[in-house]
């Protein structure tokens, strides 16, 4: 591999949008539980442990949907955006 090239990462809108959701409803499972969800979803987007999210509303299945590089990829540039 030619280490002169920077991978570039795209994410479609509608991908973006789903990836809103999932997280958003992920989220609100996670604090209805009465879990820190920043921690917990912090910690699962380290590991890629399923365990540090709840089974409440299907949010376990829900978050696994996601993948972690487009996810973090997304978190940045929202973070960045505002």
């Given at each position: ?18 990836m809103k959701a999932i997280l958003t409803s992920v989220y609100d499972s996670l604090q ?51």
């Open positions: 591999m030619d280490s002169e090239f920077t991978r570039k990462f795209k994410v479609p809108q509608e991908r973006s949008i789903e209805e539980k009465g879990y820190n969800p920043i921690n917990q979803i912090v910690g699962y987007i380290l590991s890629e442990d399923p365990t540090y999210i709840t089974n409440h509303k299907n949010a376990r299945t829900l978050i696994r949907k996601l993948d972690r590089d487009e996810l973090l990829q997304e978190l940045v540039r929202e973070y960045l955006d505002n």
